[in-house]
T-cell receptor
Framework: DADVTQTPRNRITKTGKRIMLECSQT?????MYWYRQDPGLGLRLIYY???????NKGEISDGYSVSRQAQAKFSLSLESAIPNQTALYFC?????????????FGQGTRLTVV | AQSVTQPDIHITVSEGASLELRCNYS??????LFWYVQSPGQGLQLLLK????DTLVQGIKGFEAEFKRSQSSFNLRKPSVHWSDAAEYFC?????????????WGLGTSLAVNP
């Protein structure tokens, strides 16, 4: 099984709908991240969480919200989806306190808003 | 501001040819340095990393990277490219201190491999 699991893998939704993307990890990492990937724009950070009670906005948080339900679970919500939120979304984890700050990624969720 | 630059947006090489992907960072002290690969339809996989010590690091899939402090560079190389290496490659850094130790990403280099 994957260490970082995202559900769903693909989703098509209509404009104005609320949608939740879920992420769970078995790595025991304290930090979790949500990124958005668009062609030519690389990875942009939406939200990140250092632990269950510490959630922070990234560079493009408008229109998104998150919930850290447990150390292993970090969900991303689009309260009212719009077409320009069509993108590939990635969840990632890291544990810089271990001395190795690299991120580990899920397989991604391809979201299409029509 | 801290930044990571990958000057080449897209590169095409022939199978069997050598490859070098460039990465430069803007940061006062030597950060942690990473290369990731994203195959089509997949998540990002860590190819290699540099923290300290030997400036030439070996990674998975036959890749290596060399850290050059004087040039603030961490270029990725492979002696002989295989068709399966076609993918998006991302360079990333984590400042040694500050920035809450978050990754700073380059915009990526898309690699195409001709048969």
């Amino acid at each position: 099984d994957a260490d970082v699991t995202q559900t769903p893998r693909n989703r098509i939704t209509k404009t104005g709908k609320r949608i939740m993307l879920e992420c769970s990890q078995t790595k025991g990492h304290d930090r979790m991240y949500w990124y958005r990937q668009d062609p030519g724009l690389g990875l942009r950070l939406i939200y990140y969480s250092f632990d269950v009670k510490d959630i922070n906005k990234g560079e493009i948080s408008d229109g998104y919200s998150v919930s850290r339900q447990a150390q292993a679970k970090f969900s991303l919500s689009l309260e009212s989806a719009i077409p320009n939120q069509t993108a590939l979304y990635f969840c990632a984890t890291s544990a810089p306190g271990t001395g190795s700050p690299e991120a580990f990624f899920g397989q991604g969720t391809r979201l299409t808003v029509v | 501001a801290q930044s990571v630059t990958q000057p080449d947006i897209h590169i095409t090489v022939s199978e069997g040819a050598s490859l070098e992907l460039r990465c430069n960072y803007s940061y006062g002290a030597t950060p942690y340095l990473f290369w990731y690969v994203q195959s089509p339809g997949q998540g990002l996989q860590l190819l290699l990393k540099y923290f300290s010590g030997d400036t030439l690091v070996q990674g998975i899939k036959g890749f290596e990277a060399e850290f050059k402090r004087s040039q603030s560079s961490f270029n990725l190389r492979k002696p002989s490219v295989h068709w399966s290496d076609a993918a998006e490659y991302f360079c990333a850094v984590v400042p040694y201190a500050g920035n809450n130790r978050k990754l700073i990403w380059g915009l990526g280099t898309s690699l195409a491999v001709n048969p």
